[in-house]
T-cell receptor, first 108, second 112 residues
Framework: GIQVEQSPPDLILQEGANSTLRCNFS?????LQWFHQNPWGQLINLFY???GTKQNGRLSATTVATERYSLLYISSSQTTDSGVYFC??????????FGQGTRLTINP | DVKVTQSSRYLVKRTGEKVFLECVQD?????MFWYRQDPGLGLRLIYF???????EKGDIPEGYSVSREKKERFSLILESASTNQTSMYLC???????????FGPGTRLTVT
């Protein structure tokens, strides 16, 4: 089956810093989503981005489908950005496959 | 806004008990999913359902069953709970033909 690898596994930054999270996947996909899991466990959709670039406030994402990777950018980090960021992909069959996540800690 | 709710945030059960985890969505979504989340393993799909009374096994169905009698409700059943089923359980729903998936708040189950 399709493999999803996220890097780095952990990232610790000071408030105000910028960060880049990476997601590599092993096969072509028709769906790629980024999620943020807050410290209470709730997963929130950030982006549906099988290709191209999208921006939402301080967050943006780029997927280069031909090279099988996606990047999530967080600018001017805030403590509320802390949590785990998951990339998930789908290749038909309506089943998302999740990466292991990047745990982001933003210190004040 | 899509709302997915789960019956409990925290649950403690004993080995051998039958456990029911309930999930309800209010947006008439056709597809519903149950995942478990364990440290270092990300989210793994247990079962999913694409219609009432329809179900398909995910990647780790052993030890679990599901029930979907109504469109808005999808139940996960642990027939005889074991300690290795201690985990965070997450329910999700998705409209048919759409890619975006919405999650409930999760149930942290501890089996002692």
């Amino acid at each position: 089956g399709i493999q999803v690898e996220q890097s780095p596994p952990d990232l610790i930054l000071q408030e105000g810093a910028n960060s880049t999270l990476r997601c590599n996947f092993s096969d072509s996909v028709n769906n790629l989503q980024w999620f943020h899991q807050n410290p209470w466990g709730q997963l929130i959709n950030l982006f549906y981005i099988p290709s191209g670039t999208k921006q939402n406030g301080r967050l943006s994402a780029t997927t280069v489908a031909t090279e099988r990777y996606s990047l999530l950018y967080i600018s001017s980090s805030q403590t509320t950005d802390s949590g785990v960021y998951f990339c998930a992909v789908e290749r038909g069959a309506q089943k998302l496959v999740f990466g292991q996540g990047t745990r982001l800690t933003i210190n004040p | 806004d899509v709302k997915v709710t789960q019956s409990s945030r925290y649950l403690v059960k004993r080995t051998g008990e039958k456990v029911f985890l309930e999930c309800v969505q209010d947006m008439d979504h056709e597809n519903m999913f149950w995942y478990r989340q364990d440290p270092g393993l990300g989210l793994r799909l247990i079962y999913f359902s694409y219609d009432v009374k329809m179900k398909e096994k995910g990647d780790i169905p052993e030890g679990y069953s599901v029930s979907r009698e109504k469109k808005e409700r999808f139940s996960l059943i642990l027939e005889s709970a074991s300690t290795n089923q201690t985990s965070m359980y997450l329910c999700a729903s998705r409209r048919g033909g759409s890619y975006e998936q919405y999650f409930g708040p999760g149930t942290r189950l501890t089996v002692t």
